[in-house]
Each structure stands twice: as structure tokens, then as C-alpha cells.
């Protein structure tokens, strides 16, 4: 009885189970669900939405990630998986340019599908020694790969829904109506294809459409999407089809972000979150112009700044915010602005005069009112600044500024800036706030430019004094 049930199962499964949802958009305007079998082709799509259309089958052309799909495919060997959304459209019954330029562009011809692709070749050098040669993607080499990596190559983070790391998709529609009724020319080879505008060509078939230029995007694969959730592509990251252990804990883990650096180190993606956390905490990012706040390779490799930013998105939504936090502090600090002292405000203020009163001015949201000498960083006051020292008169110091905080922590209400408030001082020196992580309350600026060594209660140059009296609170 056993074996009959298996035959049972066995010979319904196929029948009952196996329905191809399909999200049709009819002419680049309404949508619908249609549902088709597992292995419909092209045409029987055709006849499906030329009869809820009212409409002849064999005027349709079915377009979907930038090819025009041919009647004889099925739906599946297009890798049109569950509710993607493919685009129907109907040519004006005059011959119009559109169905001419599309005869060119049949499929088949010499155009990969944008579901099989694989870019990943192309953040890798070929003429690089060692790992970058072992890393090489070669597509005859799938039987190499981790689980089954054919379809998806590309990754994306998944914001709104998954908040992680994600396979993503990568779609294309016409730049002008952003539909994607766009037929391509030729399909990407590169992640500059990609990513820098008027690479790639083709003509969109939609009837009130004269556009001829590309646009990629990506989506997350790991839900059906909306039109505009679109999730920034994370170009670093692949599939380690090669098996290359990571850097930093030597597993061999799958997908794995590998730095431009000449060695091409590869790293993990949990290995990764903790070294950009650490390098964070420390305040070891590097700003640079042109790509922004970012992190070189993991051994610290020359030339290997990561270029998208969005990469560290893998720090999580509150992780993330303080990460944009330093980076625009930093951004002030290289502009010759100033940072507000006050304890849990740091503000960053361009003052627009060479004078020494600065005001962190209330009423643009950001503000906190303090009014302070851009000097010696202390209240604004009248006459010379006060000379800092490491003994009396910075602990009578110390005192005013407790009293200060105490005053300006009564203003805030949420949660997030009280913490701030209370993990983080300015540096003496340099007045970056710096957070207090651990016991110790022997500080050590982070700004490689600083270094200053201060005392976390006393807020004075660390000194004999402080070591005897509260070296660990
Ligand atoms: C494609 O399929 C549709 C629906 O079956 C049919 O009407 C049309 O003539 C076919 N076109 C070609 C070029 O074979
Ligand atoms: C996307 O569109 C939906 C409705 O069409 C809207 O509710 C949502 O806020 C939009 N999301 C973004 C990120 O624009
Ligand atoms: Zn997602
Ligand atoms: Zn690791
Ligand atoms: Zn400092």
C-alpha cells in the first residue's frame, strides 16, 4: 500500500500543483494576473491575454528583461519565474518601425538571457597573479559551484522587506517611459554596462514609446516586488564558486565579498559585518571625495577603498544611520566646519564668518542652541580663551561642563540621543565625539590624525592622576 500511495501523489502533483503565475502588462498600462500551465509557451500566453483582450494573438509581442520572447519558448525556459512581471504589447496594425527593428533583434542571436548572466568576471582582473586567477568566473565551470548558483549571480540589499543581504535580479526598461518594453540591442557583458548611463541600446516596443536607451535596475529575488522598490546592487558580491576560504575565519562560505585590491581578498558576509562594526566603533572609515566614506580591503591593501557605499548597508538600519552620521561629520571637518561640543548634539556647522562665536541654531531640526567659541570649543565667552590644563583648572573645568551636559540632556526626549548622550564625549582635542565602549576610562582619540590620549570623567590630556584614581571607573 505504500508504493500505491507514492504512485498516487507522484501522478497528481503535476496536475494540480504546478500553475504559472504570470503578472501581465497589457500595452505599458493596466496589469493583470494571468494563469497559465508549467509548461505554456510563449503562444498559448498569446492566446490567453488575446482573448481576455479581445484582441488577435498573433499581433502580441510578449517582452520580458529586455528580449522579446519568441512563440516557440515556454515560460519556464525564459526564467520567468513566479509573478514577474512580463510586458504585452499591442503595434499600432500598421507596420511601424518598431516591428521591423525588433525582426533584428530576435533572441538567440548572440544575446544572453539578463537571467543567466554572470558580471562578476568583470570586478575581477584578469592579470592579477594568484587569488584573482583562482577566482576567475567561467561559465562552463558551473559544475563548481556552491548549491545551485545558475540563475542568480547578483546581489542585492533588500531594504524595505528582507533588510539583508539578498540574490537580486537585474531588469531593464526604456529610460523615456520606464516601462519595460525596451528590447535590447545587446545585452550587458560588464557591471559598467550596468551601471554608467547610454551603454546599451535597443528600441522600446511600446506603441507610444520612441525611446532607445537602457536602464538597469535591480530587484530583490526573494519576494515579488513593486515597479519602484528597486535595491542597490551590491557588485562585490558573488557567488564563491571557486570555493576560496575567507580572510578572516577561513570557512568557505557562499556568497562572499571580494575587495578590488590587486589580491582580491575575499571575506565573508558575517566576517565582513563584524569588520566594518569594528572599524566603525574605532572611527577608522576614510573619507574620500570621490567615492565617500568607505573601508579599503580587510588586510589593509593598497588602492581598495570600496567604491559602493551601499556595501555597507550589511551594518543594519541603526549601524547604518551612525555610519552616515560620521560620514557627514567627517565631510564638515574636511571642509573646515566645526562640530557642535555640545554632548550628544555634534551637529556639524560651516560658520560663514571667521569669527569665533558659533551657533548651533535651533529650528532647523538639527540644532541643539548652543552658543560656543569656535576655539577652545567652550561656552562662547568674551576676551581670550581659557588655557586647558591637565591638573586644577581642568578639573574646575570638568565640573562646568558635567553641568552643562546635565542641562542640555534635560532637553532631549528620545531614547537613541539620550544613549548617545551618555556614550559619547567630544575629544578634548579635536572635539569629535568619541563613544565610550568597555570599562577603561583611558580614551584614545580615533581620528588618525589625532590620537589625542584623554581622561573619559576628567576630559583633560590623560594624566598620572587619573591613572591612580579611576584607570577603570
Ligand atoms: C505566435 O502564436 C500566436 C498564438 O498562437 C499565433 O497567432 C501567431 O501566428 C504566432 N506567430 C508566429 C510568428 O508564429
Ligand atoms: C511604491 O508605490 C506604492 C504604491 O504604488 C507606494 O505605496 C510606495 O510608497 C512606493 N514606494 C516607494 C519607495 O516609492
Ligand atoms: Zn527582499
Ligand atoms: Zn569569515
Ligand atoms: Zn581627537
Not at 494540480?16 to 494563469?35: A, D, I, K, P, Q
Not at 566646519?337 to 560658520?351: F, I, Q, S
Not at 584623554?454 to 591612580?468: A, D, F, I, S, T
Amino acid at each position: 500500500s505504500f508504493c500505491r500511495l507514492v504512485a498516487i501523489s507522484t501522478s497528481i502533483s503535476p496536475m494540480v500543483s504546478f500553475v504559472l503565475l504570470v503578472y501581465v502588462r497589457f500595452n505599458s498600462r493596466h496589469g493583470f494576473l494571468v494563469e497559465v500551465e508549467q509548461g505554456a509557451s510563449v503562444a498559448e500566453l498569446k492566446e490567453t491575454v488575446g482573448r481576455l483582450q479581445g484582441v488577435q494573438p498573433d499581433r502580441l509581442r510578449v517582452i520580458f528583461a529586455g528580449r522579446e520572447l519568441c512563440n516557440e519558448s515556454t515560460l519556464q525556459g525564459c526564467d520567468l519565474p513566479e509573478q514577474s512581471t512580463v510586458h504585452v504589447v499591442l503595434p499600432p496594425s500598421t507596420s511601424s518601425q518598431h516591428s521591423e527593428l525588433v525582426q533584428q533583434h530576435r533572441p538567440g542571436r548572440g544575446m544572453e538571457s539578463l537571467t543567466r548572466l554572470d558580471l562578476s568576471g568583470s570586478r575581477l582582473t584578469s592579470v592579477s597573479e594568484g587569488l584573482a586567477v583562482i577566482l576567475e568566473t567561467d561559465a562552463s565551470r558551473q559544475g563548481n559551484s556552491i548549491g545551485h548558483t545558475a540563475h542568480s549571480s547578483f546581489y542585492v540589499f533588500c531594504k524595505t522587506v528582507c533588510k539583508a543581504v539578498q540574490p537580486g535580479k537585474l531588469r531593464v526598461h526604456c529610460r523615456d517611459c520606464k516601462q519595460g518594453t525596451l528590447t535590447l540591442s545587446r545585452g550587458p557583458c560588464c557591471w559598467d554596462d550596468v551601471f554608467l548611463p547610454n551603454r546599451i541600446h535597443g528600441v522600446c516596443q511600446s506603441q507610444d514609446c520612441d525611446g532607445t536607451v537602457a536602464e538597469f535596475y535591480l530587484k530583490c529575488a526573494a519576494h515579488p516586488t513593486c515597479d519602484n522598490d528597486t535595491s542597490a546592487a551590491l557588485d562585490l558580491i558573488m557567488p564563491n564558486t571557486r570555493r576560496v576560504p575567507c580572510i578572516a575565519c577561513t570557512d568557505i562560505m557562499t556568497p562572499v565579498l571580494v575587495f578590488q585590491c590587486a589580491e582580491r581578498h575575499v571575506i565573508c558576509l558575517e566576517c565582513f559585518h563584524l569588520y566594518c562594526v569594528t572599524r566603525l566603533n574605532e572611527r577608522q572609515f576614510i573619507q574620500e571625495p570621490l567615492v565617500g566614506y568607505s573601508l579599503p580591503c580587510a588586510a589593509g591593501c593598497p588602492d581598495s577603498l570600496i567604491k559602493e557605499v551601499h556595501h555597507f548597508r550589511v551594518l543594519g538600519d541603526e549601524q547604518y544611520e551612525r555610519y552616515q552620521r560620521y560620514a557627514a561629520e567627517e565631510c564638515v571637518l574636511q571642509m573646515g566646519g566645526v562640530l557642535c561640543p555640545a554632548p550628544g548634539c555634534g551637529a556639524g556647522l560651516l560658520p560663514v564668518d571667521d569669527g569665533r562665536r558659533v551657533c548651533c541654531e535651533l529650528g532647523n531640526g538639527i540644532g541643539c542652541g548652543f552658543v560656543f567659541c569656535r576655539d577652545c570649543k567652550a561656552e562662547y565667552h568674551e576676551g581670550p580663551c581659557r588655557q586647558r590644563t591637565h591638573t586644577a583648572t581642568g578639573s574646575a573645568l570638568q565640573g562646568y561642563i558635567v553641568d552643562e551636559e546635565a542641562a542640555l540632556r534635560a532637553r532631549w526626549e528620545q531614547a537613541s540621543q539620550e544613549t548617545i548622550a551618555e556614550t559619547t564625549h567630544p575629544c578634548p582635542k579635536c572635539q569629535v565625539p568619541v563613544e565610550k565602549n568597555g570599562g577603561c576610562m583611558h580614551m584614545v582619540c580615533p581620528r588618525p590624525q589625532c590620537k589625542f590620549e584623554w581622561c573619559w570623567l576628567c576630559r583633560v590630556e590623560w594624566n598620572r592622576e587619573c591613572m591612580g584614581n579611576h584607570w577603570f571607573g
